[in-house]
């Protein structure tokens, strides 16, 4: 995985960081850092050496979700409601972190927007900066939902929170995430990474047979509702592409 330019990995004993790179982006995704994180991630899932897996951002932002100037680019189409990539990069992403079969932390060191604030629904334990802010822009954008948001953001924090949340498009503070469930603790900015590696390393200390087995337990039951969601919210997609109408 030398060759990832968008996503750094760091390995320590059997807890693997992976980071979001494009922080003069805020690690906004554009076609590559969605084809990487992919790519990196499926490859760690298959990695014999690695337990448990950290996903963060660097710089002052965990992502802001799909990079408009990207999209703006020839190429890319009108997708505005998720990463733009090479078509199929973006559905590979969501189903590797889907089936991802290891413990997956999210640090979440900043601002969490579109994608980087729905694919916190696939974490299994997420450590939060006080100064977080998370949005799901969609409504605003004239767009449907994505990533599987629409089943498990309810799953996740209950019927209101999640309608409010993907209907009204308004900010919603690090504060408010912990009491909807989103996260598990906030710290401090400078000490989100530095917790939940502290959590990764205690996961990491028990059998990884084990704990491969517990998280396929747990996720089971939900698969075939979220691939149900994944195509429910791709039709969606394709009924609000199509609505631009010829585009030249």
Same mark, same amino acid.
């Given at each position: 995985m030398?060759?990832?330019?968008?996503?750094?990995?760091?390995?320590?004993?059997?807890?693997?960081?992976?980071?979001?790179?494009?922080?003069?982006?805020?690690?906004?995704?554009?076609?590559?850092?969605?084809i *990487?994180?992919?790519?990196?991630?499926?490859?760690?899932?298959?990695?014999?050496?690695?337990?448990?897996?950290?996903?963060?951002?660097?710089?002052?932002?965990? $992502?802001?979700?799909?990079?408009?100037?990207?999209?703006?680019?020839?190429?890319?189409?009108?997708?505005?409601?998720?990463?733009? $990539?090479d078509?199929k990069? %973006?559905?590979?992403?969501?189903?590797?972190?889907? *089936?991802f079969?290891?413990?997956?932390?999210?640090?979440?060191?900043?601002?969490?927007?579109?994608?980087?604030m729905?694919?916190? !629904?696939?974490? *299994?334990?997420?450590?939060?900066?006080? /100064? !977080? +802010?998370? +949005?799901?822009?969609?409504? /605003?954008?004239?767009a449907p939902?994505?990533?599987?948001?629409?089943?498990?953001?309810?799953k996740? %924090?209950? $019927?209101?929170?999640?309608?409010?949340?993907?209907? $009204?498009? &308004?900010?919603?503070?690090a504060?408010?995430?912990?009491?909807?469930?989103?996260a598990?603790?906030l710290? &401090?900015?400078?000490?989100?990474?530095?917790?939940?590696?502290?959590?990764a390393?205690?996961?990491?200390?028990?059998?990884? /047979?084990?704990?491969?087995?517990?998280?396929?337990?747990?996720?089971?039951?939900?698969?075939?509702?979220?691939?149900?969601a994944f195509?429910?919210?791709?039709?969606?997609?394709?009924?609000?592409?199509?609505?631009?109408?010829?585009?030249?």
């Amino acid at each position: 995985m030398d060759d990832l330019e968008n996503v750094l990995i760091t390995d320590e004993g059997r807890v693997r960081t992976v980071t979001m790179h494009r922080p003069e982006r805020l690690n906004a995704f554009d076609g590559g850092l969605t084809i *990487d994180l992919g790519v990196a991630m499926a490859a760690t899932a298959e990695d014999p050496d690695v337990s448990v897996v950290v996903l963060t951002g660097s710089g002052r932002a965990f $992502s802001t979700g799909a990079d408009l100037k990207a999209l703006a680019e020839p190429g890319h189409g009108a997708r505005t409601d998720g990463p733009p $990539s090479d078509g199929k990069g %973006f559905d590979r992403l969501l189903d590797t972190l889907a *089936d991802f079969p290891k413990p997956l932390l999210m640090a979440v060191n900043g601002y969490a927007v579109g994608f980087g604030m729905t694919m916190l !629904a696939f974490a *299994d334990i997420v450590i939060m900066s006080t /100064e !977080a +802010r998370l +949005r799901c822009p969609f409504t /605003e954008l004239g767009a449907p939902t994505e990533a599987g948001s629409s089943y498990l953001f309810p799953k996740l %924090f209950g $019927s209101q929170q999640a309608k409010w949340v993907l209907l $009204s498009s &308004e900010w919603i503070d690090a504060q408010q995430a912990l009491a909807m469930g989103m996260a598990l603790q906030l710290c &401090e900015p400078d000490d989100v990474l530095d917790v939940a590696l502290d959590h990764a390393r205690r996961l990491a200390a028990r059998p990884p /047979e084990a704990l491969a087995l517990v998280k396929k337990l747990l996720t089971a039951p939900e698969r075939a509702e979220l691939a149900a969601a994944f195509a429910r919210e791709e039709e969606a997609l394709r009924v609000f592409v199509d609505g631009f109408g010829p585009r030249g």
